[in-house]
């Protein structure tokens, strides 16, 4: 298994005979929130698999991996990252860490399980052969649980609508914290190189795909968004007051990153042959 220079640990293995979704959690100070139980019993059938990523956590989120791993031979993994890089870099790197093991889907989820594992293992399960790329969304409807506060909601809305607007594409909810991604070339050039952004890499992985310097892009059609059943706003969450100056930082920087890789692609197409 290949991870980057950042992990000083990794224990466990995927068995790339059976397992076919790899899903990384990204994990960062989460001794107090993590519950493993409902990760364990995804891994039902052993199609699927875990990683787990400890992004330089201060406080005992390693030992929170050990009953997981130990108890899912060849099913999880468990990254610790010598520094704190933020979610994006953690991310990435137990994404990168899964494509070793050559599964077909590769997908991430927040630690709070705000998203239900299960609920997510179904989505990815029920995809459709032509898409490559799956985001649960958050909207709420008649019959659904989406628990959200509501400065979170308006928050995500604004922030949605950029997004879509950068990205030239109809998509509702950019940032929530579970996606899954085909296993394609694409996806591993994605995936080459660190993101810019650390809370918003969703939507540079997203650019990558769709308007790459090379290859094939993911087209808006093999992109889908999925309802989620249920989501519920899990207390002790990153983005406070403290973190808005960031991700105001962070978004004149995706808006340069995701402008010029659009433009590139555009060229690209243009030129004859
Ligand atoms: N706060 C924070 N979270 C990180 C970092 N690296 C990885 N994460 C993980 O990223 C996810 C963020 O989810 P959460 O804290 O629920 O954020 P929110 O629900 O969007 O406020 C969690 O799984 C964190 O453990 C980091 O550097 N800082
Ligand atoms: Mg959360």
Redesign the pocket.
């Known amino acids: 298994m290949t991870v980057s220079g950042d992990a000083d640990l990794v224990v466990g293995s995927l068995d790339p005979e059976r397992v076919e979704v790899v899903v990384v959690?990204?994990?960062?100070?989460?001794a107090q929130?993590?519950d493993v139980r409902p990760l364990g019993d995804m891994l039902g059938d052993g199609s699927f698999g875990v990683v787990l990523?400890d992004?330089?956590?201060t406080d005992a989120?390693w030992n929170r991996f050990g009953t997981l791993v130990d108890g899912h031979p060849g099913s999880a993994v468990a990254i610790r990252c010598s520094r704190?890089?933020?979610?994006?870099?953690?991310?990435r790197t137990g994404m990168r860490a899964a494509l070793g093991s050559d599964p077909r889907w590769v997908a991430y989820?927040?630690?709070?399980l705000?998203v239900a594992p299960a609920e997510f293992a179904q989505i990815v399960h029920r995809c459709a052969p032509g898409i490559d790329v799956i985001l649960a969304s958050r909207v709420r409807l008649l019959g659904y649980h989406i628990d959200r506060r509501l400065s979170?909601h308006l928050v995500g809305r604004v922030f949605a609508t950029f997004a879509s607007l950068l990205l030239a594409l109809p998509v509702y909810d950019t940032?929530c914290?579970a996606k899954g991604f085909r296993v394609t070339p694409v996806l591993r050039a994605a995936l080459a190189t660190e993101f810019e952004t650390?809370?918003l890499f969703d939507v540079e992985l997203l650019a990558r795909l769709m308007y790459p310097e090379h290859g094939d892009a993911v087209g808006v059609d093999a992109l889908e968004e999925v309802p989620l059943r249920q989501w519920r706003?899990?207390a002790?969450?990153?983005?406070?007051v403290r973190?808005a100056g960031a991700i105001a930082r962070e978004s004149l920087v995706l808006a340069r990153t995701v402008s010029v890789a659009r433009r590139r692609f555009e060229r690209r197409r243009q030129r004859p042959g």
């Open positions: 959690v990204p994990c960062f100070n989460e929130r993590l990523v992004d330089g956590s989120t704190n890089r933020g979610k994006g870099e953690a991310v989820l927040d630690a709070d705000a979170r940032q914290g650390a809370w706003d899990v002790g969450g990153a983005l406070g973190s």
